[in-house]
């Protein structure tokens, strides 16, 4: 399958993105990042994009840990493997382990999680299946987090859950391809 738009360069990005670019390739440890090389040729469109996205992970409120389970199983549900290739890296950062990452996989109803994780996963699961999330997983995420937090989780989920769609629609392909 081939990428829709190109992946960009100098000149389609300009200076500014082809920096953004570089720096953000290198921290994902790929000489080209497709996802930003693609993006980036909407210039001032995709540093606000960065900016919006930095502030939900790596800047949220959320713990690493907690942002990367969310991150992991939007990128499962939505059969994403670009999003699953950058965030299985980022998410060992975090201390999510290979039996952590099955887990992730399998869903909310796999055992050994805790009750908090189990009620992230479920909202989780519930956004991206239903766009909504009922009143009975809505309270035991309540139990947990607060309205600020409780906000963050919803954002990072559709902010995930949108970048798969990009990242399909563009057939944007994964690094190293």
Known sequence: MRPRISPGRFRELGPINWVV??????????????LFS??????????????FS???????????HESELVILRVAHLRDC???????????????????????VRSGPTAPDWSAKHRALLTAVDQLVGTRDIDDTAWTALTAHYDE???????????QYEGLASTITALRIQRDGV
Request: glycine share 12%.
């Open 54 to 64: 930095g502030r939900l992970m790596p800047g949220g409120r959320l713990p690493r």
């Open 38 to 51: 693609t993006l980036g040729r909407t210039r001032g469109l995709f540093r606000g994009w960065l900016h």
């Open 21 to 34: 670019w570089q720096v953000l390739s290198r921290a994902a440890g790929t000489d080209d990042a497709h």
């Open 81 to 103: 493997e670009y999003e699953m290739d950058h965030h299985i890296r980022l998410g060992k950062r975090a201390g999510v382990t290979t039996e952590i990452l099955d887990r």
């Open 148 to 158: 600020r937090s409780l906000i963050e989780i919803v954002l990072l989920a559709n």
